[in-house]
């Protein structure tokens, strides 16, 4: 689901219920060994789940003094924020 190189985390996948605690605990690991940047460039499935999973990273980011970048967001992940009302809350740049 996540694999880490250096300061990057590539997201593997569905992003999904069936996921989201799985990613919620590799993605925090990953934050605390120095991920900052998500590609999100093999994932394959993204559902409410998902998104809420890319906020608690943002907040355990957050919470550690650091902050973390997604790379390569899935459009279906993009539009769902849009949806929500929580675009310009994304870490995007």
Request: proline share 3%.
């Amino acid at each position: 689901m996540i694999k880490e190189a250096g300061d990057q985390a590539l997201v593997d996948g569905a992003m999904n219920l069936n996921t989201a605690a799985e990613l919620l605990s590799g993605g925090n690991a990953a934050i605390g060994r120095a991920a900052r940047v998500f590609d999100m460039s093999a994932v394959t499935e993204v559902d409410s789940s998902g998104l809420a999973v890319v906020f608690a990273w943002v907040r355990t980011a957050k919470r550690n003094g650091l902050s973390i970048r997604l790379a390569n967001p899935p459009q279906g992940l993009l539009s769902m924020a849009d949806v929500y009302g929580v675009s310009g809350m994304l870490p995007l740049n």
